[in-house]
Structures are given as C-alpha cells and as structure tokens.
C-alpha cells in the first residue's frame, strides 16, 4: 500500500518557522506520484491547498502562502514544505498528498489519491 508520511509540524510563536516534510513509502507506479501538495484544514472549516509540486518541477502557491512559504521537492518520493513568517491564521492540521496527474489546489478529497495522518501546526 501507498503512504504518506509527514513529520515537522509543531507550536511556534508568530514570526517563526517550521519545516514540513512528506515521504512516499510504497509507490510502484514508477519515480513517484506526478503531483505531491500540501493542504491543511481547520475544524469545521473547508480544506485549503496551500502548495503543489509536478514532478517536473512546476509549483504553484496559494495567495494567502506566497512569499512565505516555500515547496520543495528533493526526489520523486519526498517533499518538504518551509514555513517562514508564520501567522497566527497559519493555525490548521497540514495534510500531504498525492496523484498521478498534475497538480491543482481546488481539489475534494477524491481528487487526489494518497493522502498523509496529517501534521498539526499551531502559531501563537
């Protein structure tokens, strides 16, 4: 079985930063998924995408991240995530995910095929 695995998330004060990571384990469709993208999600709230990365290296942001965050991808099967300037609205559960086509951050649940636990981030 496909699994993402995220680690990094943590409690940090507004101003600071964390590094999210996301590994692959299991992936036998070839390199690694096509597309690998963060989302996160409060309770009760709509899930938000916040980055993606193609396999082929586009990457795409969402408004509310950009020139905070950076996505990065090492290899096929790892992503990570760095979080600078955090604020307090940052506050959410990060979720990895996967597909096997390219990326978009309007997505349901059902548009992507792998998803991680989830790594909870708190800003204060």
């Known amino acids: 079985d496909v699994q993402l695995v995220e680690s990094g998330g943590g409690s940090v004060q507004a101003g600071g930063s964390l590094r999210l990571s996301c590994a692959v384990q299991?992936?036998?469709?070839?390199?690694?998924?096509?597309?690998m993208a963060w989302f996160r999600q409060v309770t009760g709230k709509e899930r938000e995408g916040v980055a993606a990365?193609?396999?082929?290296?586009?990457t795409t942001y969402a408004d509310s991240v950009k020139g905070r965050f950076t996505i990065s991808r090492p290899n096929a099967n790892y992503l990570y995530l760095r979080m600078n300037s955090l604020k307090p609205d940052d506050t959410a559960m990060y979720y990895c995910?996967?597909?096997?086509?390219?990326?978009?951050?309007?997505?349901?649940?059902?548009?992507?095929?792998?998803w991680g636990q989830g790594t909870q981030v708190t800003v204060s």
């Open positions: 990365s193609d396999l082929n290296g586009p």
């Open positions: 995910a996967a597909r096997s086509r390219s990326c978009t951050l309007v997505a349901e649940r059902g548009d992507y095929d792998y």
């Open positions: 299991g992936y036998t469709y070839g390199p690694g998924p096509y597309c």
